[in-house]
Every structure is written in C-alpha cells, then in structure tokens.
C-alpha cells in the first residue's frame, strides 16, 4: 500500500492566487512527521515545511503553510499569493516510527504550473 | 553555510564502467542519505547512515551497488560494473535530526550507455 499519497499529478493556479496541493498518508506510528519539498526545474530538492505528529499548530513558512487533518490523515500544502516562481513539482514525505528512524518516504509528486 | 556538495554534477559513461558518486554532508550533520530518482520509480532511499555507520540499505538494488561512508564529511556510492538501467540522478541528503529537514545536494546526472 501506498504511504504516501498524491492525488494531482499536474496543477494549474493563477500568479497571485493561493493553491492547495493534496497529500494523504498512510501509518500506524503515533509518532511521525511530515515534510514538503519543491523541486524546481532545475533539479535540486528544496525543503518547504515541516510538520510533527504532536504539533497542535499547523505549521507555517511564510507564504507556505500546512493543512494538517490529523484524523483524516492528510497533510495538504497551502501556498498563498502564487508567483510565477512557483512552478515546480512538490513532493510530500513522510517520517514514520520512533525519533531515531530518519528514513524519509517520498509521494510521487504534484506538478504545479503557475499561470501569468 | 555550505550545502550538500556532490560530484560530479554530470556523469556519462559505457555500461560495464565503474561508476564512483561522492558526497560531502553539511558539517555537524550526522546522518547521511542517498537517493535515486528516476520517472518510473520517482524518490527511491537507497541507503542511509547515522554517526558513518550503515542503518538501512534495503533500497540498495543489487550487490552492484555499494556505499561507504569513511568519516563525518564524505561518502561515495559505487556501482559496478555499471548497467544502462542504472542512468537516473542521485541526491545525497543530509540531516542532525529526525524531525529536522534532510537537506539535499544538487544531485548527479547520470547517463549509462
């Protein structure tokens, strides 16, 4: 089964309008995080945003934030204000088990493409 | 600071050759990564270790396929003899902490022929 779960593989938004990018996930850990990384055309990774499993607030990271529905088990990236820098694929990760496990687990990735 | 650094950026080079990826984690980082991302198979883990020490090489394909890291600041992954399904880039990330981010390097292009 997937653990990682992207649903949109291509996306388009207009500059200056705000996107959400879904991610749903898939554990039995109480303890796990979550991660969103862009990857921009030029190919490196860039991380975006971080989420713990017992964080009570949604995290936050200027224009990007993290929709984060614990019992529904989703974890959707929020960027606001699009600019056309934005373009990019955008990868959600997920940490699972205890805090010594660093093994990351990738979905397949949302093109988002933003409009002028 | 200075990032991850890997090299080469780009590799070419004939099926059967060896193939030598080296990497340079962030200082203080004490986990090391490598990935392979293909379009088939997208972000694959292949081996990653904590404190130089090997912890999970499940992702590892084949015995072809080897990494080592001798200290705190450089790994390589070898392949050999390298094949032409092997053509893919590989990152190498780094880390200080589980629930910190991994940070990657700019990745190595590589082409087997």
């Known amino acids: 089964a997937q653990k990682i779960t992207q649903t949109q593989p291509g996306m388009f938004v207009q500059e200056k309008e705000a996107v959400t990018l879904d991610c749903t996930y898939d554990?039995?850990?109480?303890?796990?995080?979550l991660f969103w990384y862009k990857q921009p055309s030029s190919g490196e990774m860039i991380f975006l945003i971080y989420?713990?499993?017992?964080?009570?607030q949604n995290a936050t990271e200027g224009r990007y934030s993290l929709n984060f529905q614990k019992a529904r088990k989703s974890a959707n990236l929020v960027i606001s204000a699009s600019q056309l820098g934005d373009s990019a694929m955008y990868f959600c990760?997920?940490?699972?088990?205890?805090?010594?496990?660093?093994?990351?687990?990738f979905g397949s990735g949302t093109r988002l493409l933003v409009r002028p | 600071d200075a990032g991850v650094i890997q090299s080469p950026r780009h590799e070419v080079t004939e099926m059967g050759q060896e193939v030598t990826l080296r990497c340079k984690p962030i200082?203080?980082?004490?986990?090391l990564f490598w990935y392979r991302q293909t379009m088939m198979r997208g972000l694959e883990l292949l081996i990653y270790?904590?404190?130089?020490?090997?912890?999970?090489d499940s992702g590892m394909p084949e015995d072809r396929f080897s990494a080592k890291m001798p200290n705190a600041s450089f790994s390589t992954l070898k392949i050999q003899p390298s094949e032409p399904r092997d053509s893919a880039v590989y990152f190498c990330?780094?880390?200080?902490?589980?629930?910190?981010?991994?940070?990657f390097g700019d990745g190595t292009r590589l082409s087997i022929l």
């Open positions: 990330a780094s880390t200080k902490g589980s629930n910190q981010p991994q940070h």
């Open positions: 554990t039995s850990d109480q303890s796990y995080g």
């Open positions: 989420q713990g499993s017992y964080d009570e």
């Open positions: 200082s203080g980082h004490n986990s």
């Open positions: 990760a997920m940490r699972e088990g205890v805090d010594s496990s660093y093994k990351l687990i």
């Open positions: 270790f904590n404190n130089n020490v090997p912890i999970d």
